[in-house]
């Protein structure tokens, strides 16, 4: 019912910057909270930063002042603006939306497929 493609991923230098999208699709009535988690090997998947459909924001301690999430509603797409990369960083990052759609009187979870971060040092 809620399709998401990712992109943007992709191999930098410690002090780089990469941006990633997420883009969703399908019989989508209203998208609610998005977000962008990221899992390393051998780690737990964490959240890394969210924004509701008020804009308002939320960043993990390790990415706050580096990271930017931001929101164009127009075209249901999230974006995850990565400056001053660290190594610590590279990790598969995840998009997650909560999304109504018009067959449901509820809302629910859906995840990219994820796209690989790479900080070499």
């Known amino acids: 019912q809620v399709q998401l493609v990712e992109s943007g991923g992709g191999l930098v230098q410690a002090g780089g910057s990469l941006r990633l999208s997420c883009a969703a699709s399908?019989?989508?009535?209203?998208?609610?909270?998005m977000g962008w988690y990221r899992q390393a090997p051998g780690k737990q998947r964490e959240l890394v930063a969210v924004?509701?459909?008020?804009?308002?924001?939320n960043y993990a301690d390790s990415v706050k002042g580096r990271f930017t999430i931001s929101r164009d509603n127009a075209s249901n797409t999230v974006y995850l603006q990565m400056n001053s990369l660290k190594p610590e960083d590279t990790a598969a990052y995840y998009c997650?939306?909560?999304?109504?759609?018009?067959?449901?009187?509820?809302?629910?979870?859906?995840w990219g497929q994820g796209t690989q971060v790479t900080v070499s040092s």
């Open positions: 997650n939306v909560r999304a109504g759609v018009y067959s449901k009187n509820w809302s629910d979870d859906y």
């Open positions: 399908g019989s989508i009535f209203r998208l609610n909270a």
């Open positions: 924004i509701t459909s008020d804009g308002s924001t």
